[in-house]
């Protein structure tokens, strides 16, 4: 490590760059060769990251451990987290753990979203079980004590990351049922943007929603669907919403529709 960090001097830009690429490849290599150690080897990375003040030794011990093969490395992520007080260390260890992407994992990262007061380290949390199947019924459950809006969000991207009907369900309620307009309007993108045409039975109820907005963000979502359905509701809408700003969205949807 000490050959790998020396100072290195005075350089010019080239030979910085350079040496700043092949320390990066050496640290790759030796972060591959510690997570091939196996079983055991996350109690000697552990013992090794405690032991350093190293800021670049410890980023490699702890991405190591986000991919050995060794049953003891989530719950040793986990001591590593209770015991590290330095926010970039936190979150790089809660990543590592959602590289890990097993049932230990998931319910260990569900504990820092579910009791972690810093907001930031529970977004980090969300992003590290964003597209996990298995997380799926921790976000939805904990969406509801989710208190931090950008929290929420997030959580929500992470669901529509999932890409399957728990996940789309999910959305749904979160669109026809919160109580923050922002975070309805979000949930209403994520269905938009990962199901399409598979939501527009949910594009259709929010159509009748009493909130001018929802139903404005609806539209919106409805012209991204490019079949007989979507037409049929924009050409209800831009004739009968009593809201002339909703029933201007869904004709200019329809023109453009027209036009294509």
């Known amino acids: 490590m000490k050959k790998l960090y020396a100072y290195a001097g005075a350089l010019k830009w080239n030979d910085a760059k350079a040496l700043v690429d092949r320390r990066k490849e050496q640290t790759k290599a ?60 936190q979150r790089e260890i809660i990543m590592a753990l959602g590289q890990r992407q097993d049932a230990e994992s998931v319910a260990i990262l569900g504990q820092v979203l579910a009791n972690q007061t810093d907001s930031q380290l529970r977004f980090a949390s969300v992003q590290a079980l964003s597209g996990q199947p298995a997380a799926l019924p921790v976000l939805t459950q904990l969406f509801q004590t989710e208190t931090n809006p950008e929290v929420q969000k997030q959580m929500i991207l992470a669901i529509g990351a999932t890409h399957n009907d728990a996940a789309q369900s999910a959305l749904a309620g979160i669109a026809e049922g919160s109580t923050d307009i922002a975070i309805r309007e979000t949930a209403i993108q994520e269905l938009a943007r990962v199901f399409g045409g598979g939501a527009l039975g949910v594009f259709s109820q929010l159509l009748d929603d009493p909130n001018e907005a929802i139903r404005a963000n609806a539209v919106t979502a409805v012209a991204q669907v490019h079949n007989d359905g979507a037409v049929a509701l924009l050409q209800h809408t831009a004739s009968s919403d009593s809201s002339e700003q909703v029933r201007a969205s869904a004709q200019a949807a329809l023109s453009a529709a027209t036009a294509q």
Request: cysteine-free; proline content about 2%; hydrophobic content about 45%.
């Open 30 to 89: 030796l972060e591959t060769q510690l997570a091939g150690l196996g079983e055991g080897g996350a109690a000697a990375i552990a013992a090794a990251y405690k032991e350093t003040d190293d800021a670049h030794a410890k980023l490699m011990f702890i991405h190591a451990l986000g991919g050995i093969q060794d049953p003891a490395a989530d719950t040793t992520l986990q001591a590593m987290l209770n015991g590290e007080t330095t926010f970039s260390y």
